[in-house]
């Protein structure tokens, strides 16, 4: 009894710390999860790249070898090649959807009657399932029915096959991505210019800022968070670029449409596939080059939250 | 895509009433996993599971029956965990990677049992990995070239069985207008295809075995041989343009219409040509033509199998449910033009009238004395088939990028089967 009467004085632990502790017990949940599902499989991926394994039986471990098989694809213009340099095309193309975007939503920033449903219309290619653009871009490109032969018959030219001739299958699938990507960047910039500060617009006109002017010194600076944003997702929409190829091509005529991300699932998990090893290695690298993006927004947001 | 029907017991024994009781009374639970996603066969194989389980009053049976492509990859997980006793598979260098993982079920004393050993026994080889046999087959089709007869009779052209014929045949059909051979390379394997025939006829079937288990290198003479005969067709524009676009269903429409005079396909493409309007008198069917006298004719016939999963939990049902689906009566009634119309594996069964079946059937059992392949993506290696296949597909395109596209081949072998 004396005991338990003497116990109040004293502050528990949890007590005296709980001003540092509480942050970190709100965070666990989050924390944890995200070093189950995000933090731990990056690493086991980096590990699994240095063994060759089927996905069923014992896996073996062969050191570097599947990154020395990765350099001699690159050496030999193979497979590997191929995706690396249509990443790149994916990754340069892509980021066209920004200035289509901003350019449709400068369009549409205005108020006439019904511009809700033009909106709306434009914005409807990003609401419906990459799979059915594929299929829709597919029956475009079709080079016996296709629209876009009848179109280039108009003009006398043509037939062309765009998703079976390797020169040109990669631009065709990205124009295919580009159509729900300008929609997402629209309506980025869409919500970016309701925050546009009408003062500021006002003060650039009486100084005689008008177009071009008015556009690149007044508006273009307040959309800055905006532009982040569409550039980011941007970016990371052309490094994933999966699901049209698979729609549209399977990596095909002859993989000459591969990107990395499509070429890691036809080695470890396609009908074909099943070299986990080696797909985990092509991993590692897509995650290398994610790694340099992810690190620069990164860094320009620290940069950004320090200057406020 | 998963669907699932039970069939309780308690239900059917009623139903069956007055059936012979069975000796061995067989109980518990058996589930079967399927791949045969497409309504006929689904049908077809959900009504030969119920005379099974009538037969077998104390059995609980339960059925699944997945999309056929998602079972290719999710074979790999059902067969580690939550294993049914039963499921459908291919044959031959398919089925490696689950025997090498001892995945499937050694099934050798089923194949040592009279009822099997003597009636299964053309097929014993396409089961066989180490001397053992892993499971049984169900069905196979003939290969062969499906054409448009009604073309050829206004061309005055004849079935061709040598390479000249052949080549003077598809001369008069590009002169016409017409392609020759309508094709979809999409998805490889329909590229595979024209790849075994043209190296079973040019090399003969031991050759193309030991191409498929990596023995010869791409850059053999002989292999280069293949290529050139398979260029003079594509040279003479034989094959419909744009079939890197199309899968097989698609290229189906150019046959149809009438602007293409031939398809080398499976059976599997009478189905879909008939429902498309051609009838029986303006479709036909031949067997690839010889082009190397000095090789026997070879074929392939893709079968398809049954396997037990090594931690299936009611082997012994699983057992008598093999012995069930081989029986010479059960072979007859799967295999007939109403069910899936193909041909059976049991010698004692009978062979659908249906023109198309006989003339396969005649052909595999007395015209092909070389030997029965399966088909490329399933004797050779995975990995090789599907580089190779991206290779032939290349070829239809680019027959003059051949050097390059065979040491690109030739890299894959030394790589693929070195371990």
Known sequence: MTIAADAPEQESWFHRNQQRIAPWLFLAPGLLFFMVYVIIPVFQSFNLSLYEWDGLGAAEYVGARNYEDLYWEWVDRDAFYISLKNNLIWLILYLAAIPAGLFIALFLNQTVWGIRLYKSLFFFPFVISQVVVGLVFTWFYDPTFGLLNELLGLFGLGPLNVLGDERFVTYGIIFAGLWPQTAYCMILYLTGLNAVDPEQIEAGRLDGAKGARMLWHIILPQLRPATFIAFVVTIIGALRSFDLISIMTQGGPFGSSRVLAYYMFEVALSEYGFRMGYGAAIAVILFLIMLCFIAYFLWSMYREERGH | ????????????????????????????????????????????????????????????????????????????????????????????????????????????????????????????????????????????????????????????????????????????????????????????????????????????????????????????????????????????????????????????????????????????????????????????????????????????????????????????????????????????????????????????????????????????????????????DRDAPAEMAKVSMEGFQEFMVKPDNVDRILAKLERARERIYEN
């Open chain 2, 1 to 376: 895509m998963h669907s699932m029907f039970k069939r309780t017991a308690a239900a059917l024994a009623a139903s069956v009433a007055f059936a012979a009781p069975v000796a061995a009374e067989l109980t518990g639970e058996l589930r079967i996993f399927l791949d045969t996603s497409n309504p006929a066969p689904r049908a077809t194989m959900e009504a030969m599971i119920e005379r099974f389980a009538a037969e077998h009053p104390g059995l609980e049976i339960e059925t699944t029956v997945i999309d056929r492509e998602a079972y290719k990859t999710q074979i790999r997980n059902f067969l580690t965990a939550d294993t049914p006793d039963v499921a459908t598979w291919y044959a031959a260098n398919r089925m490696k990677p689950y025997v090498e993982a001892g995945l499937f079920e050694d099934v050798s004393d089923l194949w040592a049992e009279p009822e099997i050993a003597d009636n299964l026994a053309s097929t014993k080889g396409a089961m066989t990995i180490d001397g053992k046999q892993w499971g049984v087959p169900y069905t196979y089709y003939q290969w062969g070239v499906y054409y448009r007869k009604d073309i050829f009779d206004e061309l005055g052209l004849s079935e061709p069985t040598t390479w000249e014929e052949e080549l003077a045949n598809c001369q008069k059909i590009v002169e016409s207008g017409r392609a020759c051979y309508t094709i979809g390379t999409k998805f490889l394997w329909t590229a595979g295809g024209w790849f075994d025939y043209l190296n079973m006829r040019t090399n003969g079937y031991d050759f193309h075995n030991q191409l498929a288990n990596g023995e010869i290198s791409w850059e053999d003479d002989r292999v280069k041989q293949t290529f050139a005969n398979w260029k003079q067709l594509i040279d003479m524009g034989a094959f419909i343009d744009n079939h890197q676009t199309y899968s097989w269903q698609e290229a189906l429409p150019f046959m149809v219409n009438g602007e293409a005079a031939a398809y080398l396909m499976g059976n599997f493409a009478v189905a879909p040509l008939r429902e498309a309007g051609l009838t029986d008198d303006q479709l036909d069917f031949y067997q690839f033509v010889a082009i190397n006298p000095d090789v026997e004719l070879a074929e392939d016939a893709p079968t398809d199998t049954f396997h037990i999963p090594a931690n299936a939990s009611n082997k012994e049902a699983a057992r008598e449910f093999l012995r069930f689906v081989v029986s010479a009566d059960e072979q007859t009634e799967i295999n007939n033009g109403a069910n899936l119309g193909q041909l059976p594996v049991n010698a004692q069964s009978s062979v659908d009238d249906d023109k198309f079946l006989q003339q396969g059937f005649t052909m595999l059992s007395s015209n092909s004395p070389g030997g029965v392949a399966q088909f490329w």
